[in-house]
């Protein structure tokens, strides 16, 4: 029987001689299986399984928490619902659409940010009265 070594030693060679026939059938078997794929992201990236996700898809009865739209994005990822994180806890907040997901990201999920562009759009508003 071969060494610990040894063997990663043969599967390292074997991998560097079939590199693009092992890429090829790689992503042959992601694209055969996205469900398994985005389970291993959502277990990877925020701990929780697609059951999971699933659950809180039905708990928002499968809108936007901040907008209430359904997902309305282009590709995969743009058709569901993002998983919202506090960046500093990690703790799971809720499901944004792609839109909102990308605005509060591009207001670094800052309190003072969210209320100055508030403030702003108040300030221009026009006056119906």
């Avoid at 697609?50 to 936007?64: L, R, S």
């Amino acid at each position: 029987m071969p060494s610990p070594e040894a063997k990663q030693k043969y599967n390292r060679d074997w991998y560097i001689a079939h590199r693009k026939e092992s890429y090829i059938r790689k992503r042959k078997w992601e694209k055969q299986h996205p469900r398994r794929m985005f389970d291993l992201m959502l277990r990877r990236v925020y701990n929780i399984s697609i059951d999971a996700y699933e659950a809180m898809v039905e708990m928002q009865h499968g809108v936007c928490a901040v907008c209430g739209k359904l997902p309305r994005g282009k590709g995969p990822s743009g058709k569901r619902l993002h998983v919202d994180h506090n960046h500093l806890t990690e703790a799971l907040r809720g499901l944004l659409c792609a839109q909102c997901n990308m605005a509060l990201g591009l207001l670094q999920e800052n309190k003072t940010n969210i209320r100055a562009l508030l403030t702003y759009l108040e300030a221009y508003e026009p006056d119906y009265s």
